[in-house]
């Protein structure tokens, strides 16, 4: 599934050049994908799921009044905008990894991709004051700051990685940013998990979703990114011993 969503490893040093077979009529990247219809689901269903949370936990947001910010009201212009772009980066991730999309519509991906980091920078500027300005304490303040600073930085250095045209380190540092987009998600579910089995005070609730709705996903995104890498070399290493590559054989 992780390489369907656009996520194999392309390597870093330059390869020999390998002479492409012409795109015709019966070329197999002419033909339907359908072994895409795993990622395809499993992108749908979490989009369906995020707009189940936008609905019920931050569009009533865009209706600006006391009664709905509640204890938000001091703030409101900085959730206002934290909401809007949050809501673009979110909704913007599930376009970004449909297969297909980028190799169909490379300017397309371009442009979200730009809106996406400009969000990203919208929605994580709220979010620092937002952070520094919770009713909930420090613990908390500090949990959704580093959440706000991982969020920050990986999407900084998947656009710098583009920028020196580092493909595979930019598509891992975009997986790493949206998990971290997709923390709003998570906090939401852990919080409501919490709340179910009446663990603890609403503050120690708040307090533990800030930490664990992304430090566990983030961990979880890397062994499945690296784990790959290092049982993918092992392979290699293996395959080389087995079989001589036409090269070596030629020596
Ligand atoms: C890594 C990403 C994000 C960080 C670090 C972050 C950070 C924050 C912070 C610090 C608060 C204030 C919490 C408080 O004082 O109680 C907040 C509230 C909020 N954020 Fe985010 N946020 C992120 C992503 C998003 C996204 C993608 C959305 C989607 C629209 C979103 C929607 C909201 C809403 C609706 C609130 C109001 C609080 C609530 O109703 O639970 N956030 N966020």
């Known amino acids: 599934m992780w390489e369907q969503l656009n996520l194999r490893d392309i390597p ?10 012409p795109v015709t009529g019966e070329h197999p990247e002419n033909r339907t994908p359908a072994k ?5 689901l ?34 409101r212009n900085w959730l206002y905008f934290h909401v809007l772009a949050g809501t673009v980066a979110i909704l913007i991730g599930p376009v970004q990894f449909w297969p297909g999309v980028k190799q169909a519509y490379p300017g397309l991906h371009r442009v979200l991709g730009v809106l996406y980091v400009a969000s990203i920078g919208v929605g994580g500027g709220a979010a620092y ?30 656009t710098v990685a583009i920028c020196r045209q580092m493909i595979e ?7 790493r940013s949206y998990v971290l987009t997709l923390g709003f998600v998570l906090l939401r579910l852990t919080g409501s998990i919490l709340d ?5 005070t609403i503050r120690d609730r708040f307090t533990f979703a800030s930490w664990i709705a992304w430090s566990v996903p983030l961990m979880l ?4 990114l690296q784990g790959r890498k290092v049982l993918a070399s092992r392979e290699k290493q293996e395959q080389r011993i087995e079989a001589p590559s036409p090269q070596t054989m030629r020596l």
């Open 12 to 21: 870093n040093e330059a390869m020999p050049a390998v002479e492409a077979p």
């Open 36 to 40: 895409y219809w795993e990622p395809r």
């Open 42 to 75: 499993i992108l749908g269903g979490m989009t369906l799921g995020i707009l189940f949370c936008l609905n019920t936990s931050a569009w009533n947001y865009f209706d600006v009044s006391e009664g709905s910010y509640g204890i938000f009201w001091p703030r």
């Open 129 to 158: 004051y937002l952070a520094l300005h919770t009713d909930f304490g420090w613990m908390f303040s500090v949990g959704m700051g580093s959440m706000t600073t991982a969020w920050v930085i990986s999407a900084a250095l998947a």
């Open 169 to 175: 380190q930019h598509r891992e540092w975009m997986v």
């Open 196 to 200: 179910t089995f009446d663990v603890g």
């Open 221 to 224: 995104t890397e062994v499945i």
